[in-house]
């Protein structure tokens, strides 16, 4: 019978070390071969792709758990962010931004047309890019920006000039009111050539970046301290039952959002028509932010998402 090879017996080295739970010295003693022969033979086991290693921190199931189960339950792609219990809100923020700035460049294709929402989330995802010239790429605003004392455009137009820098990237901007004040205003500035070209380059998208608003959240939402709404307007809201918006679109807890009488002054699209963007990926953090997630997800309106694991735990504890 011809004699083992050496990687034969190396193999059978990482079998009784790692499997069987053998010393050095037992394996040493088995093969006849010295204690430091066992160590190179089980450090060219790991260099021959004989054992691979695998660490898990502490948590993992539980964020595997939370990921799959979001998936499942309302058909996204989930990505669960682990961040350490001590961790204050922004903090787990820029845990959160940083996570959905990679999975966004993940997504990038040349020649696609990107449609980014403004918001203290995605403010700080932007925050997080990396250089990734990518050809032929459009950047449009998916939403207005302008505040009830004419200021808003200065911070959206900062936002999303660093990202088409790290990209290399053209962009729309999109400069109407984020609320009008009068829904006949907005359905005559619709009818406005420049208006109409911005709207069918959102039509264009191939994909959509977005956050969520929260009334009372840890990290204050933009627009709802920004003098965007008045207290007359969140009333309203109130009254018609809103937990949140995307993209300026409120949601109620259960997904709907069509008869809330502040949609019809909004300037975003509303759920409908991000449905028709093949990926749309929603980044959120915070405790207070499980409800209006719950009611985007119920929306419809995403396809990807990443959220912390608190969020997520939130989220999956609402009846």
Same mark, same amino acid.
């Given at each position: 019978?011809?004699?083992?090879?050496?990687?034969?017996?190396?193999?059978?080295?990482?079998?009784?070390?790692?499997?069987?739970?053998?010393?050095?010295?037992?394996?040493?003693?088995?093969?006849?071969?010295?204690?430091?022969?066992?160590?190179?033979?089980?450090?060219?086991?790991?260099?021959?792709?004989?054992?691979? %290693?695998?660490? &898990?921190?502490?948590?993992?199931?539980?964020?595997?758990?939370?990921?799959?189960? %979001?998936? &499942?339950?309302?058909?996204?792609?989930?990505?669960?962010?682990?961040?350490?219990?001590? *961790?204050?809100?922004?903090?787990?923020?820029?845990?959160?931004? *940083?996570?959905?700035?990679a999975v966004l460049e993940d997504l990038l294709e040349p020649g696609m047309t990107v449609g980014m929402a403004w918001g203290t989330t995605v403010s700080a995802l932007v925050a997080q890019?990396?250089?990734?010239?990518?050809?032929?790429?459009?950047?449009?605003?998916?939403?207005?920006?302008?505040?009830?004392?004419?200021?808003?455009?200065?911070?959206?137009?900062?936002?999303?000039?660093?990202?088409?820098?790290?990209?290399?990237?053209?962009?729309? &901007?999109?400069?109407?009111?984020?609320?009008?004040?009068?829904?006949? !205003?907005? *359905?005559?500035?619709?009818?406005?050539?420049?208006?109409?070209?911005?709207?069918?380059?959102?039509?264009?998208?191939?994909?959509?970046?977005?956050?969520?608003? *929260?009334?009372?959240?840890?990290?204050?939402?933009?627009?709802?301290?920004?003098?965007?709404?008045?207290?007359?307007d969140l009333a309203s809201l109130r009254a018609d039952g809103a937990v949140g918006d995307v993209c300026t679109?409120?949601?109620?807890?259960?997904?709907?959002?069509?008869?809330?009488?502040?949609?019809?002054?909004?300037?975003?699209?509303?759920?409908?028509?991000?449905?028709?963007?093949?990926?749309?990926?929603?980044?959120?953090?915070?405790?207070?932010?499980?409800?209006?997630?719950?009611?985007?997800?119920?929306?419809?309106?995403? !396809?990807?998402?990443?959220?912390?694991?608190?969020?997520?735990?939130?989220?999956?504890?609402?009846?």
């Open positions: 019978m011809a004699p083992p090879n050496r990687l034969e017996t190396t193999f059978r080295a990482a079998r009784m070390y790692y499997e069987d739970g053998h010393t050095m010295e037992s394996i040493a003693s088995t093969l006849d071969v010295s204690r430091s022969t066992v160590s190179r033979m089980l450090r060219d086991a790991r260099e021959e792709g004989l054992v691979q %290693i695998s660490l &898990h921190p502490p948590g993992a199931p539980r964020l595997e758990e939370l990921r799959r189960t %979001i998936s &499942h339950r309302y058909r996204v792609r989930a990505h669960v962010v682990a961040v350490p219990p001590a *961790a204050g809100e922004r903090e787990r923020l820029q845990s959160v931004a *940083a996570a959905g700035a890019l990396r250089p990734r010239p990518t050809p032929g790429l459009r950047i449009v605003q998916l939403n207005g920006a302008i505040d009830t004392e004419g200021a808003g455009l200065t911070y959206v137009s900062a936002m999303l000039t660093r990202a088409a820098e790290l990209w290399d990237a053209t962009v729309h &901007h999109f400069p109407v009111p984020a609320f009008f004040d009068y829904a006949d !205003t907005r *359905a005559a500035m619709w009818r406005e050539r420049s208006v109409q070209r911005v709207l069918a380059t959102q039509q264009q998208c191939t994909l959509a970046v977005f956050g969520v608003g *929260a009334f009372e959240a840890e990290v204050p939402s933009h627009v709802y301290t920004n003098n965007y709404l008045a207290p007359a679109v409120f949601l109620r807890a259960d997904g709907t959002y069509r008869d809330i009488a502040m949609n019809q002054r909004r300037s975003g699209p509303d759920p409908s028509q991000l449905a028709g963007i093949p990926h749309r990926l929603l980044v959120a953090s915070g405790r207070s932010k499980s409800l209006p997630l719950r009611a985007a997800l119920r929306a419809g309106v995403a !396809t990807d998402i990443v959220v912390d694991e608190v969020t997520a735990a939130g989220l999956l504890a609402l009846r």
